[in-house]
């Protein structure tokens, strides 16, 4: 079964910094998709980018970017020129290209808790 | 509608008592898909629905726990004889395609479930 750990319970940072939040998991497949997802204190959850595991190149939307490092099974956000509006819980997950024995739902880590200070 | 519908938004309930939970897709989108997210945790997968048909339901964690999907469109989760440690916001997501494929889900805003 796969795991995925984020090991910052909270991150804080001035609005219009950059953070990098980090995310690392464990799997035997060799392909896969990652995202990184926002929940607000609204509990819905918003996809902010996702990756195919075999693209080489990292994803970018705007100002979100990710550095996917496949051999070390990381996949880290980073958000440039961080907004009020950036304030949320942020979650990695993981989601196999197979299907059955629960592959089909996406996997998450604990989140982190992004406090952006004016 | 727009996207991800799910009622009721909040429920309190005593213990002991049987609860359903409903979730309406965006409409066409095949894939449905139930999380439960304990207090300060990540989400935990439950059922995959395909259409009307549940290839995967290896997530629900007892055999009070059960859920049906009509067509490719409304499902609902059941929860009986409802348990302290089933206090949780309950997640309902959708996807246009097959789970493995590359496509999102879109997520509801959840039903806060309060085991009294």
């Known amino acids: 079964a796969q795991t995925v750990t984020q090991s910052q319970p909270e991150m804080s940072v001035q609005e219009a910094e950059t953070v990098t939040l980090s995310c690392t998991y464990d799997t035997s497949e060799s392909d896969y998709y990652l995202f990184w997802y926002k929940q607000p204190p609204s509990r819905q959850m918003i996809l902010v980018i996702r990756q195919e595991a075999y693209k080489q190149q990292n994803a970018t939307e705007n100002r979100f970017s990710v550095n996917f490092q496949k051999a070390a099974k990381s996949f880290s956000l980073k958000i440039s020129d961080s907004q009020l509006g950036d304030a949320a819980m942020y979650f990695c997950?993981?989601?196999?290209?197979?299907?059955?024995?629960?592959?089909?739902?996406?996997?998450f880590g604990k989140g982190t808790h992004l406090i952006i200070q004016p | 509608g727009a996207g991800v519908s799910q009622s009721p938004s909040n429920k309190v309930t005593e213990k002991g008592k049987d609860v359903e939970l409903r979730c309406d897709p965006i409409s066409g989108h095949t894939a449905l898909y139930w999380y439960r997210q304990r207090l300060g945790q990540g989400l935990e997968f439950l059922i995959y629905?395909?259409?009307?048909?549940?290839?995967?339901k290896s997530g629900l964690p007892s055999d009070r726990f059960s859920a049906e999907r009509t067509g490719e469109s409304v499902s609902t989760l059941t929860i009986q004889r409802t348990q302290q440690e089933d206090s949780a916001v309950y997640l309902c997501?959708?996807?246009?395609?097959?789970?493995?494929?590359?496509?999102?889900?879109?997520f509801g805003d959840g039903t806060r479930l309060s085991i009294l």
């Open positions: 997950a993981y989601r196999s290209v197979y299907s059955g024995g629960g592959a089909d739902g996406l996997t």
């Open positions: 997501a959708s996807s246009p395609l097959r789970a493995n494929s590359n496509q999102p889900q879109h």
């Open positions: 629905f395909q259409g009307n048909s549940a290839p995967d």
